[in-house]
């Protein structure tokens, strides 16, 4: 992977399970020895929706070469099993000094990436700050125009 930044690639993924900061630690530590400037950013999909995690299981046993030979219920109860045995051990991404992007539900994300650019630990929590004033003016706004009206 790294060998493919170093030539003609631009983007490389490294799809592996990296469910503690340890390893995280390694990863980044691994990229930025090699070359500082090649960046890492973790991406982290929590699912909490079954009907989304049924489906990404069903598909997983279906399509995996893990699960060759194996019942289909076989197949989904050892997943399961793999599963709760990643989340007994599982930390998650917080590390504000990494860039990362958190999935939730596959529906939306959480998380500018630091390497954005030098401030985007500030865009961030501008971000977050304008949220709260929009919401506060909005209140505002909205009881002034109800007192005015009555």
Same mark, same amino acid.
């Given at each position: 992977?790294?060998?493919?930044?170093?030539?003609?690639? &631009?983007?490389?993924?490294?799809?592996?399970?990296?469910?503690?900061?340890?390893?995280?630690?390694?990863?980044?530590?691994?990229?930025?020895?090699?070359?500082?400037?090649?960046?890492?950013?973790?991406?982290? @999909?929590?699912?909490?929706?079954?009907?989304?995690?049924?489906?990404?299981?069903? #598909?997983?046993?279906?399509? #995996?070469?893990?699960?060759?030979?194996?019942?289909?219920? &076989?197949?989904?109860?050892?997943?399961?099993?793999?599963?709760?045995?990643?989340?007994?051990?599982?930390?998650?991404?917080?590390?504000?000094?990494? #860039?990362?992007?958190?999935?939730?539900?596959?529906?939306?994300? #959480?998380?500018?990436?630091?390497?954005?650019?030098?401030?985007?630990?500030?865009?961030?929590?501008?971000?977050?700050?304008?949220?709260?004033?929009?919401?506060?003016?909005?209140?505002?706004? @909205?009881?002034?125009?109800?007192?005015?009206?009555?």
């Amino acid at each position: 992977m790294l060998e493919f930044l170093d030539g003609a690639g &631009q983007v490389a993924i490294f799809d592996a399970t990296n469910s503690q900061k340890k390893r995280r630690q390694w990863i980044w530590n691994t990229v930025k020895t090699h070359n500082p400037r090649h960046h890492v950013v973790f991406v982290e @999909s929590i699912c909490e929706a079954a009907n989304i995690l049924e489906e990404n299981m069903r #598909s997983k046993v279906e399509n #995996s070469p893990d699960f060759v030979g194996m019942s289909k219920e &076989q197949a989904l109860l050892e997943l399961r099993r793999r599963i709760a045995n990643y989340e007994s051990a599982y930390e998650t991404v917080s590390n504000i000094r990494v #860039s990362f992007i958190k999935l939730f539900d596959l529906n939306w994300m #959480s998380h500018l990436p630091v390497d954005a650019s030098d401030r985007a630990q500030d865009l961030d929590a501008f971000i977050r700050y304008i949220h709260c004033l929009m919401l506060t003016l909005f209140v505002g706004w @909205s009881s002034y125009y109800l007192y005015v009206l009555w």
